[in-house]
Nanobody
Framework: QVQLVESGGGLVQAGGSLRLSCAAS????????MGWYRQAPGKQRELVAA???????NYADSVKGRFTISRDNAKNTVYLQMNSLQSEDTAVYYC???????????????WGQGTQVTVSS
């Protein structure tokens, strides 16, 4: 199990951009799929984007074309670039990791503490 620390959340106007970062406490390259979930008030937590150790990616339909997930294995860090943000993107975003996971990132082994993203319309 790795420790995950997110950063980069905040308040942004609709149409703006934010970049989230998630730093892992241990070497994740070659072993861990990583990604981002989000949870809005009154809604279930949902997968936003995932990336495998080999670089394959998966996105929720609602963010395709607007969000980009990437990873820097040398820094044990995964990023989520969010463009054209909408009010519906407002949520707490959680970094997640799963050893030997795939692009579904189902049932992660590790979770970050969460970072708030608020998009004002």
């Amino acid at each position: 199990q790795v420790q995950l620390v997110e950063s980069g959340g905040g308040l942004v106007q609709a149409g703006g951009s934010l970049r989230l970062s998630c730093a892992a406490s241990a070497r994740t390259a070659g072993s861990y799929a990583m990604g981002w979930y989000r949870q809005a008030p009154g809604k279930q937590r949902e997968l936003v984007a995932a990336i495998t150790s080999g670089g394959s990616t998966n996105y929720a339909d609602s963010v395709k074309g607007r969000f980009t997930i990437s990873r820097d294995n040398a820094k044990n860090t995964v990023y989520l670039q969010m463009n054209s943000l909408q009010s519906e993107d407002t949520a707490v975003y959680y970094c997640a990791a799963k050893k030997f996971g795939d692009t579904t990132l189902y049932s992660p082994n590790s979770w970050g503490q969460g970072t708030q993203v608020t998009v004002s319309s």
